[in-house]
């Protein structure tokens, strides 16, 4: 009982509004910093920092070779950054983008995404699982190397395969990559492989010198020119011996392919060749047993026909059949169904063999044709039957071409060129009666080509001889073939003694011994069809592996050059290290970073309540800015922002206006105008507008398609044609003018309505001790620059501790040398080692170190060449500790330092600008003209609207009688009022559901009494249509909302940039009620938490603004409270972004409190609500309800036209059921009838001055 009431007192009692508000700031900050944000000295995040710490550890600088791009994000993921594959691997896949990047931080080999949008690569190529990779276990179909794997699965595996250049590698991994769209390449030969877009197949180009190279390409970059390398190596992985019952199974299969059917109860074989027959009922009888039917037959030709045929149902061996791969894997499939049966791909080469031999002397033939030529075929009428031998083929370095007889639909494989027949000859050939007969022709053959070299054959290696001629001057080179199979083995000795450069000769040499058949593209398309696609680990550096015969890519990356910069120094504890997630291990807090990489390559992340958008820059610029501080500390902003132009995206385009740049730079925000860069050609007296660079972020692609849908729908008129012409050299958009049209005005239409103008709105956000800031440019500068001090004094205390440590032992060594004889008597006098150490150490006054040194030391450093070599060395270890120590005891040499390091950074890694920066002349709005001032924008009941300057009302105390705001004729009144700034945009919704477009500054401004202009000669308003809302806003970013509130309690939520593109005719708006108006629409902020709303008797509600989630513009919306009482209707209603946010609510006749929003408790939408005020005969009906802001003042209208402003601060606090306080004085006739804030009055205050001051003037 005891331990239960100690237990109990262990017990604190917690509020869970409190435990919740700190978990949530605990998770805020650990997303702020531990995730979304980069750190301002090094310009990374977290998971950057770990995939180059990861990169650094396996040794991938920029001269090393590539490595898998999985087996990087493998190592980040165990390692440091325990989180999703796809993450780590999208934060790699920016860091190599150059279109991304100024100076992107790691070298991807592969698909890394584009200009267009494309996604990157996986981090793995895939193949669709059809796909036969040559292995250990024979040519098995990648989706069979495991056995059912799930979708987006990394499973194990163990087997060898065959990779580029003839190697044999351990694949360890399958993915199923999921499920994508497919690419089929297929060659002129008919080989074909499918797989994603992204796959690598490895082809054969020439590079800039036209040097013969190899090239891995894409399969959705695939073109008609293309050499593609077909391996056709002998080298078989599966080195199991052939059985007798592989050997019974290889013939029955090649017969029963060739000449026999298997339905499911019966199978048959006939043929006419009495050794054939008898081979194939050997093979049945010792593989399946004797019941069977023979018989034989005469035909027509005279010619004997032998048939075997079982009946299953009446088979003593039926159980065997049916249970064996033959019958599972052939039964039921007609002639153009057939294919080889797996179990054959499975098989030893030998049995491979035996399958071909007795299938091509079923459907095979050979014949000689004109010239000589011999050619070796197989008929069929199965296209895959065709394309599965035509693999097996390869597997004995034959090559089959597949072709279609022109009429039916009969397939053959043909086998053509000497060299490829005599190879079937030798390796597999026929199996019976053909054979001798073909044998025959191929013998007259080859001694006819003993006194003649025969034709020059189709086999050969493209770009070698052009390559060879052009660096060989060889009148036998320029004369004679070197670049066909056939002649090269015939001359091989000749031509490597006429080229005679050894290098030249081995890179002769390598293609030679590869081997490679060049097939010629026939087509690569998009199939269409979405299908699951493979991929395998490949535990090499090459990655590479065979697969349909192709040889087949995996996706590496590499740092680049200037990332090592970032990582330099990392070795001398130039920075802190913290242990990973599992305390297993170190990673770095930050790295040393030679380069401002935050203001070089920018930054963006969204973190929770705030964002960082830091665009990239040029890095001279940067290193010239760093340098005028380091020699003027105590310059000027002015000064920097002459060195440090403006952003320089690594996509180009055109930055507009120079305001946003200095607002950035001075006070960590601005939003800068980005256009696309074009030109103007001439086209049959047309016009053709160019793009050649996009603005930073946009997408190509989806641009181009824009256009297309505005020129469609008649928004942008003019335009016969638009079309892509970019390629590898560079962006080349076309946009072709109608006869008639004007560029100057198209491109001006182009801008305003497609994102070839942007805005880049620049937050300079980062972290700084943990914490979020935002940075102005000096201060990002002086940061980096206080990083790089704190760098370098760590590796200078390193050093010269290292520096010392040499020293000490040297001093040491010195000191035995000069005492060599005494040494060497006190160690021959030692009984051990350790006596001998403590003996130095008392006899010469050493260290323990030194004396362990002085026993390690070998005999040969006696000798008067070395005695030298330790005194050199000290000597120089003397001047270094010198110098190390000044720097730490001079800022001037620190200085020097940075400033050296700063130069060696500007000069390895020069960069011409890429984005240009003009003044905005050409786009000055009218706008830019008017000053921004807070005025009063009044709407009647007949629809005249104005403007008056707010300055024009004089604050008056609470209890105040007001000024006439506006004279109205006796049919007229006031029907809205607002305060909002004369840039804004103003929103109209009208009773129709419409939404209209009008900035301030067009509505003619007047007096306080002037009547004002109707508003139907302002916008397009249609006849009896209506005004029912008004809503200012200064932008329509798409992070912002906009909700409506109906008097039937409806919300609907939708998001602001849904109304941003609004037309001269208006756009609908919002779906209401016959008998519902809107009473209020206001912007959501991303900060907003709740939606209140009051209604004219007195009820309330306040729920989440999550409750009204966002639909779309037309939508009708949800409820947002019920009412109580019949006749009630909301009146009133606003956003929260604070519960200590305070309501100011007024009524009828005057009466006011203002009450804290968490009085009115969070119910969920479409409640009942609790009472917002305490209504009475004085009170009248509720009016409004407004959110209490410091710099803001209430504006109140009664009936009769007076305005009355007040100063809420004034009005005195109470809660949620009271009435509150008399806060404007009306007329017993008069009624207030709407409420709205407006700014603070500001108040004019004379300057002090001294009256010394005076006197002197």
């Known amino acids: 009982m005891s331990d239960l009431s100690n237990a109990n007192q262990d017990i604190k009692e917690v509020k869970i509004e409190e435990s919740m508000r700190t978990s949530y700031l605990d998770y805020s900050m650990s997303v702020i910093v531990g995730r979304a944000l980069p750190d301002a000295r090094d310009g990374l995040k977290p998971v950057h920092r770990r995939i180059l710490f990861a990169m650094n550890e396996l040794n991938l600088s920029h001269r090393s070779p590539y490595k898998k791009s999985a087996r990087i994000v493998g190592d980040v993921i165990g390692k440091y950054h325990p989180h999703g594959d796809n993450s780590v691997y999208d934060a ?57 794997t799930l979708l987006n699965s990394d499973n194990d595996l163990d087997i060898k395969v065959l990779s580029m250049a003839k190697r044999e590698h351990t694949a360890s991994k399958l993915f199923n990559s999921g499920i994508h769209d497919t690419y089929k390449l297929k060659t002129k030969e008919g080989f074909t492989i499918s797989g994603s877009a992204n796959h690598l197949v490895l082809t054969l180009t020439t590079d800039n010198s036209g040097r013969p190279i190899y090239d891995w390409k894409r399969l959705e970059h695939i073109g008609l020119e293309d050499k593609i390398v077909i391996d056709r190596s002998e080298k078989s992985l599966y080195t199991k011996k052939l059985t007798q019952s592989e050997k019974n199974l290889a013939i029955i ?23 054939y027959f008898d081979n194939f009922i050997d093979a049945w009888k010792s593989e399946f047993g004797e019941s069977f039917y023979l018989n034989q037959r005469e035909l027509p030709s005279g010619k004997t026909i032998y048939e075997f045929d079982v009946h299953l149902d009446h088979s003593k061996d039926r159980d065997v059949i049916i249970k064996s791969d033959i019958y599972l894997q052939m039964q039921g499939l007609k002639s153009k169904d057939k294919r080889v049966p797996s179990f054959i791909f499975a098989m030893p080469q030998e049995a491979q063999k035996i399958f071909l031999q007795y299938l091509f002397e079923g459907d095979g ?42 009429k039916g639909e009969e397939r053959k494989v043909f086998l053509s060129g000497f060299k490829n027949i005599h190879k079937f000859y030798e390796t597999i050939n026929f199996a019976s009666q053909k054979r001798a007969d073909f044998g025959k022709i191929v013998e007259e053959e080859l001694l006819r080509r003993e006194e003649h070299s025969g034709s020059l054959g189709k086999d050969y290696i493209p770009y070698l001889s052009d390559y060879i001629r052009g660096l060989v001057d060889s009148s036998y080179i320029k004369r004679h073939n070197i670049d066909r199979y056939n002649r090269i083995d015939r001359n091989l000795e000749k031509i490597l003694s006429e080229i005679k450069m050894v290098s030249l000769q081995q890179e002769f040499l390598s293609f030679v011994d590869n081997n490679y058949y060049y097939a010629s593209v026939d087509s690569c398309v998009k199939t269409g069809i979405k299908e699951v696609v493979y991929s395998i680990r490949v535990d090499s550096d090459c990655h590479s592996f065979v697969a349909n015969g192709l040889i087949n890519h995996n996706t590496e990356a590499r740092m680049t050059k200037i990332s090592e910069d970032l990582l330099r120094d990392l070795d001398k504890d130039t920075v802190d290290f913290t242990a990973n997630y599992d305390d297993s291990m170190k990673e770095p807090d930050v790295l040393p970073s030679r380069i401002p990489n935050l203001l070089l390559n920018g930054s963006s992340g969204i973190a929770v309540g705030m964002a960082t958008n830091i665009p990239p820059h040029r890095m001279d610029e940067l290193m010239e800015a760093l340098l005028h501080i380091l020699d003027n500390p105590d310059c000027e902003d002015s000064e920097l922002l002459s060195i440090v132009k403006g952003p320089d995206f690594p996509t180009g385009g055109i930055i507009f206006g120079k305001k946003g740049i200095t607002d950035a730079y001075t006070t960590g925000r601005g939003r800068i105008k980005v256009r696309a860069k074009t030109h103007i050609e001439e086209k049959k007296n047309r016009e053709v507008i160019v793009v050649d660079e996009l603005p930073y972020q946009v997408n190509k692609s989806r641009l181009i398609e824009n256009i297309a849908h505005l020129v469609r729908d008649k928004q942008i008129e003019g335009i016969s044609e638009i079309r892509d012409e970019s390629d590898r050299d560079g962006m080349r958009i076309v946009i072709e003018l109608k006869r008639d049209a004007m560029s100057d005005i198209i491109l001006n239409n182009l801008f305003k309505q497609t994102s070839m103008q942007t805005t880049f709105g620049i937050i300079m956000l980062a972290i700084t001790n943990k914490e979020p800031k935002v940075f102005k440019l000096r201060e990002l500068l002086d940061l980096f620059l206080k990083h790089r001090k704190t760098v370098i004094i760590r590796r200078t205390i390193f050093e010269l501790e290292k520096a010392k ?137 007949r629809g005249y609207i104005k403007r008056v300057a707010v300055k024009q009302y004089e604050k008056q105390k609470r209890g105040g009688k007001g000024k006439i705001a ?105 779906n209401l009620d016959d008998d519902d108006a809107i009473v209020t629409a206001k912007i959501v902020m991303p900060d907003t938490k709740w939606l209140f709303l009051t209604t004219k008797k007195g009820q309330c509600i306040r729920f989440k603004v999550e ?35 305070e309501l100011l609510m007024l009524s009828e006749k005057g009466i006011g409190k203002r009450t804290t929003a968490s009085e009115y408790r969070e119910q969920s939408r479409a409640g009942k609500g609790v009472i917002s005020m305490k209504l009475s005969a004085k009170t009248g009906d509720v009016v409004g309800v407004v959110l209490v802001e410091e710099d803001k003042d209430m504006m ?25 306080v008399k806060v404007v004085n009306v007329d017993k006739k008069d009624i207030v009838v709407s409420m709205a804030k407006c700014p603070k009055e500001e108040i004019d205050k004379p300057d002090i001055v001294n009256d010394d001051i005076l006197d002197n003037i």
């Open 92 to 148: 790699l896949v920016r860091m190599a983008q150059d279109f991304s990047l100024r100076a992107p931080l790691i070298d991807g080999q592969g698909n890394f995404g584009s200009v267009d949008g494309d996604n990157a690569a996986a981090m793995r190529y895939c193949v669709t699982g059809d796909t036969r990779v040559k292995t250990d276990r024979g040519l098995i179909k990648i989706e069979e190397l495991v056995e059912e």
């Open 253 to 275: 299969t090649g017969c029963l392919v060739s000449e026999g059917f298997m339905s499911s109860d019966r199978i048959g074989f006939s043929n006419t060749d009495k050794n």
């Open 365 to 406: 033939s050979f014949s000689k044709l004109e010239k000589n030529s011999l050619t070796v075929q197989y008929s069929t009428i199965s296209q895959g039957l065709a394309e599965d031998i035509q693999i097996l083929l390869l597997e004995f370095g034959i090559i089959g071409k597949i072709g279609k007889v022109k």
């Open 805 to 941: 440590a040499r020293a000490h032992i040297l001093e040491g060594l010195k000191i035995a040398v000069d005492n060599i004889d005494a040494v060497i008597r006190i160690i021959r006098e030692s009984e051990d080692t350790e006596t001998a150490k403590l003996s130095l150490m008392e006899g010469f006054s050493l260290s323990e170190i030194q004396s362990h040194a002085i026993l390690e030391m070998k005999l040969r450093r006696l000798t008067g060449l070395e005695v030298e070599k330790i005194e050199n060395e000290l000597n120089e270890l003397y001047k270094l500790i010198d110098y190390l120590q000044s720097i730490l005891k001079s800022e001037e040499v620190l200085n020097g330092i940075i400033a050296d390091e700063l130069k060696e950074i500007a000069e390895n890694f020069k960069a011409e600008r890429r984005t240009e920066i003009v003044d905005d002349y050409d786009d000055i709005d009218i706008e830019d003209l008017i000053p921004n001032e807070p005025m009063v924008v009044t709407i009647t009941h």
């Open 966 to 1070: 506006v004279t109205t004729h006796d049919d007229d009144f006031i029907e809205q009022f607002f305060i909002s700034s004369t840039h804004d945009t103003l929103m109209f919704v009208t009773d129709m559901g419409q939404l209209y477009w009008l900035k301030v500054y067009r509505i003619p401004e007047g007096s306080r009494t002037a009547k004002g202009k109707a508003v139907v000669n302002l916008i397009n308003l249609k006849q009896d249509e209506k005004i029912m809302s008004i809503i200012p806003t200064t932008d329509f970013n798409e992070d912002k909302g906009l909700v409506f509130f109906t008097k039937k309690g409806i919300v609907k939520r939708t998001n602001l940039k849904e109304y941003s593109n609004i037309r001269t005719n208006g756009v609908r708006a919002i």
């Open 1107 to 1141: 409750d009204a989630r966002e639909i779309g513009r037309v939508a009708r919306g949800v409820t947002g409270i019920k009412f109580k009482i019949e006749d009630d209707f909301v009146c009133g209603a606003t956003t929260i972004g604070d519960e200590n946010n």
């Open 1196 to 1220: 109140c209208l009664t009936s009769i036209g007076k305005m009355i402003r007040v100063d809420m601060q004034t009005i005195r606090k109470a809660g949620r059921n009271t009435s509150g």
